[in-house]
Structure formats: structure tokens, C-alpha cells
């Protein structure tokens, strides 16, 4: 069983928040931009990021088992 430790902060982390807030500010900048907040075209770019950054966040604060 994988256990989760929130204070380990890697680099894996930061990319994975960066993508996460990628996404969160492009649907935002393009929404105010635009004018346009009901796109499936910037809906699917934007899914495609917050979904990786928090997947990518999710797995990084998993602790590895090591078999002995």
C-alpha cells in the first residue's frame, strides 16, 4: 500500500502545479480575451492540463515502497 507524504516537494510537484495553473489561467485569459466561455476546443486544451497537473501532483506525493 502506497502512503501519501504532502511535505515531500520535488520538482516533479512544481511542474505538475505549473501545468495545473497553465491550464486554470489560459481558459481564464482566453475567456476575458475572447469573450468566449462555452468552447469545446479550449475546454479540451485546458482538460488536458489540469488533468495532468493534478494527476501529476497525486503521484508525486506518493511514497515509493521498496521490497526488501
Same mark, same amino acid.
Given at each position: #500500500?502506497?502512503?501519501?507524504? &504532502?511535505?515531500? %516537494?520535488? /520538482?516533479?510537484?512544481?511542474? *505538475?502545479? %505549473?501545468?495545473?495553473? !497553465?491550464? @486554470?489561467?489560459?481558459? @481564464? #485569459? /482566453?475567456? &476575458?480575451?475572447?469573450?468566449? /466561455? !462555452?468552447?469545446?476546443?479550449?475546454? *479540451?486544451?485546458?482538460?488536458?492540463?489540469? @488533468?495532468?497537473?493534478? @494527476?501529476?501532483? %497525486?503521484?508525486?506525493? %506518493?511514497?515509493?515502497?521498496?521490497?526488501?
Amino acid at each position: #500500500m502506497a502512503k501519501i507524504k &504532502i511535505n515531500k %516537494l520535488t /520538482w516533479k510537484t512544481i511542474i *505538475s502545479a %505549473l501545468f495545473l495553473l !497553465a491550464g @486554470i489561467i489560459f481558459y @481564464i #485569459m /482566453w475567456g &476575458i480575451t475572447y469573450g468566449v /466561455w !462555452a468552447d469545446i476546443g479550449i475546454y *479540451s486544451i485546458t482538460i488536458v492540463f489540469v @488533468i495532468a497537473g493534478i @494527476i501529476g501532483i %497525486l503521484l508525486s506525493f %506518493l511514497e515509493e515502497e521498496t521490497k526488501k
